[in-house]
């Protein structure tokens, strides 16, 4: 089973190897840094803000939101009262390219005219990029349709041959900030604000690579949050969470910790996961601690890629095996994410369902955000979602395994 993209993996892996060879071979390393040290990694918040953030693989329920203003706290959006509400969730992964998908699968969705509201909507690298949108519902959806339709690889990135010499970055991502900077605005952040205020959640992900663990954004408390930094660091966390290492400029976050500036450096999401549901969240639906499950409630996740097994014939030279084994294993942590989301899912009593790429759709490119690739993927998710997505409600060797088969469950995922 693959859950990674389907055509970008090589022009990706061959980006990063090639990034690996230029390091290896003496390139600089980036401008220099106040780095946070190790000992206030998890004290360090961004200038001017408080409690927008916490750690990805954190379980305790605690660290979803420490603030005493309960009515304000992430928890109340899945805890309102004794009588629990049904909660619909939408997970959406990384791809590229292949974020086409998911986006014509959304827009088909909401065409189709039965597309929830969603509690919770999380998203990573480009999946950070269509979370937003879906989150503000079908309004934005011909804004979701023109940026995974309308442009292409020039307006994503530039090759960056100046910053290649100095070791910052392989590509120029600067086009890709531009475009994020043109659709979320002062009016898109005031929107994202007011949902946040019924209870609604929007999650971001990134990757702390000091502390190589990932880093999930409460976008809606950011864009609440009254600091005139608040639409620049929207915008700094969407453009990291699509921030592949090495290919392009790690996004530089300022903290703060006793008075003392420091800045972290922030990398795709897709890093520490492809996709993802954050653990407390769960822990909070199945009403621990007394594990209680909210019958009725969903769960969705987007995966943009494949996730049936693509055979090729390697060649036997080192960039092409070296590449295929760096897609093998991104396919493979694709693979343990899902699991994982999975195995959530089912003990805290939510459906589970699951859309990824189609294996007869044989589009092919070799050019990176090729614009006709990615128009005929999103009319293919399109026309998927506008008809009723078939959603898959169990992993592959797991059809039969239910809340009550934890041991089957976790020898799958080892």
Known sequence: ????????????????????????????????????PEAVAARGEPTGFH??????????????????????????????????????????????????????VLSGWGDAGNRPSFDLVTGVS???????????GRERDDQLREIFTRYGRKDVFTYNVSDLVRGAALLDDTPLAQLIEKYIDQEFMREVAQERGKGRVLLIGTTNLDAQRPVLWDMG??????????????????LASATLPGVFAPVRIKVRV????????????GVTRQVFIAPSIMKLVSGSPAHKTVSGSRLYVIRNGRIDPQFKSVSANVLSVTRRSLSTLIKNQSIGDLYRIYSMARQSGVE?????????????????????????????????GRRGYPWVKNLPGLEASGPQSGARLRSAMN
């Open 352 to 384: 589970f369902n699951l859309a990824s790429i189609p294996a007869d759709f044989d589009q092919q490119t070799d050019e990176p955000f090729d614009q006709k690739y990615m128009s005929a993927l999103f009319d293919r998710g399109y026309a998927m």
């Open 51 to 104: 409690n927008i953030r916490y750690w990805g693989d954190e379980t305790a329920i605690d660290a979803v939101s420490s603030d005493s203003n309960n009515a304000d706290a992430m928890a109340v959006s899945f805890t309102r009262g004794e009588a629990r509400r049904q909660l619909n969730m939408l997970a959406i992964s990384g791809g590229a390219e292949d974020g086409a998908f998911g986006a014509g």
């Open 126 to 136: 480009s999946g950070a990029l269509i979370a937003p949108f879906v989150f503000l």
């Open 1 to 36: 089973m693959s859950a990674l993209i389907r055509r970008p993996p090589a022009r990706t892996c061959q980006a990063l190897v090639l990034g690996a060879l230029l390091f290896a071979a003496g390139c600089t390393a980036i401008s220099p840094r106040n780095a946070l």
């Open 258 to 269: 006793a008075g003392q500036d420091y800045d972290e450096l922030h990398v795709d999401g």
């Open 221 to 238: 408390r950011i864009a609440a949050s009254d600091s005139p930094e608040a639409l620049e660091l929207f915008r700094k966390v969407l």
